[in-house]
């Protein structure tokens, strides 16, 4: 889902609770032969003895499941975080199969083009300085577009685990997103109310609620054929950050854990265990101009001449094809060993127009540095092709993982599952949702 405004650039904020999740049947062991759409909200997986490929292509067997077609739309929380996008819908068309050990999704996004480039380095020859573009549309005091956002395609999931958050059944992925009610701010004395305006994180009501995050996007394992799986949980909660929607951040990689401390600073947080061996970092650094000016920010790794919109960790290792940047001038020039960029030389590395909409050169920088997602983050395996009309995401995963710290669904019981999809179209936070739908099992 989308991900909102917070050090941890991934989440899933949006506006007050979505009610009205319609009543399950009563008959849910029943066998199926024709699924019956209740108000377009059931995705129903059917039995398959062959396991389709996970390709990105729709094999012939896809055409035995039963389509369920939504259409999250941006939602308008009242605190300006999806300005300019309000309104925004974009359609998915979800499939579902499952066979003795794996469930199977085929989803369908429609979109205009592929964005997988995040905020790319570019240079501005009137300041000669490098600057990324934004990850997201830069409006002005009067909503006016300055800037189109440069974030990426996304497609997110949420599930409940063990049916331990009581509000998912009926609200899901806004069960756990606290983004509009004011909140105490400790972080001043003494401390005052604030509105929740610009900001919003996700985190359960109770220590022992939790919901799986599933989360497709190319720079957290998307390249290397895997979904991102996270999950969420009460992260302190607000009785111990006494926040009501402000930094309660309940998102995290599987396999971390609270390591038993807290943050000595206000909010106090929970400090949870890291893994250093994977996920992305940015592709950036701080350099003096000429070497003893003013320090500017600039790329770390460059791939020279490339027209690729992404840098693999791979690349930047001894043998990789990328080159470290050791120097910049004042006049933008970069510098690694054996050789230099000069960006002044054509537009390849420039805006292309000054319009909000304008395109940037063929040979922009990319800002982040790739590499896979492994161990419980890796349980989802992935295709994502764009078809140049849109997305086909194919993915899979076990029914029942090896998790032992209940971040991960479970549904080797069969039963129904209550979920919620999102989809990003060039940013990086703002997404449409469409919440309380279930998944619905033919037996």
């Not at 129903?44 to 939504?70: C, H, Q, R, Y």
């Not at 941006?74 to 300005?83: E, S």
Request: aromatic letters at 12%; hydrophobic letters at 35%.
């Amino acid at each position: 889902m989308k991900h909102v405004k917070t050090k941890y650039a991934w989440v899933i904020a949006t506006f007050l609770l979505a009610i009205g999740y319609f009543v399950s049947c009563t008959k849910d062991d029943q066998v199926l032969d024709t699924p019956i759409v209740l108000n377009g909200t059931e995705l129903f997986s059917a039995k398959t003895t062959t396991a389709p490929t996970i390709d990105g292509t729709v094999d012939a067997m896809w055409e035995n499941a039963a389509k369920l077609s939504v259409v999250p739309a941006m939602p308008d929380p009242g605190n300006g975080m999806f300005g300019g996008y309000q309104g925004v819908t974009i359609p998915v068309t979800l499939r579902s199969m499952y066979d003795d050990q794996y469930i199977y999704f085929l989803a369908e996004v429609q979109d205009a083009d592929k964005s997988h480039n995040v905020s790319p380095w570019y240079f501005d020859p009137a300041t000669q300085r490098w600057n990324k573009e934004p990850g997201s549309r830069s409006l002005d005091a009067n909503g006016n577009l300055l800037r189109e956002g440069f974030g990426k395609d996304q497609l997110a999931f949420l599930w409940n685990i063990d049916n331990s958050t009581p509000k998912f059944v009926t609200q899901t992925c806004y069960a756990s997103c606290h983004i509009f009610t004011p909140y105490m701010d400790y972080s001043v004395t003494p401390p005052v109310m604030k509105s929740n305006a610009g900001s919003g994180n996700h985190y359960t009501n109770n220590l022992n609620e939790k919901i799986d995050m599933w989360w497709a996007h190319p720079q957290r394992g998307l390249i290397y054929g895997y979904m991102d799986d996270n999950y969420q949980d009460w992260a302190g909660g607000p009785s111990i950050t006494n926040l009501v929607g402000g930094n309660g951040n309940g998102r995290h990689f599987d396999d971390l854990v609270p390591n038993g401390t807290s943050s000595t600073t206000w909010p106090y947080r929970p400090n949870y265990t890291s893994d250093a061996t994977q996920g992305s970092a940015n592709n950036t650094q701080n350099l003096k101009l000429d070497g003893t000016g003013a320090t500017v920010a600039v790329p770390l790794w460059v791939i020279p001449s490339s027209v690729s919109g992404y840098l693999k960790v791979e690349d930047t290792l001894a043998g990789g094809t990328a080159v470290k940047i050791t120097g910049v001038s004042s006049t933008g020039v970069l510098s690694y060993a054996g050789g230099s960029i000069d960006p002044n030389t054509g537009t390849d590395y420039q805006r292309l127009g000054t319009s909000p909409t304008s395109p940037i050169g063929a040979k922009c920088i990319p800002s982040v540095i790739l590499s896979t997602v492994k161990n419980g983050r890796a349980d989802i395996s992935m295709s994502a092709v764009f078809t140049g009309t849109g997305w086909v995401y194919e993915f899979k995963r076990l029914l029942k993982t090896g998790d032992v710290l209940k971040q991960d669904v479970d549904f080797s019981s069969l039963a129904d599952q209550p979920f919620g999809v999102a989809v990003f179209d060039k940013a990086n936070y703002q997404h449409a949702i469409k919440p309380n739908l279930v998944l619905k099992f033919k037996k």
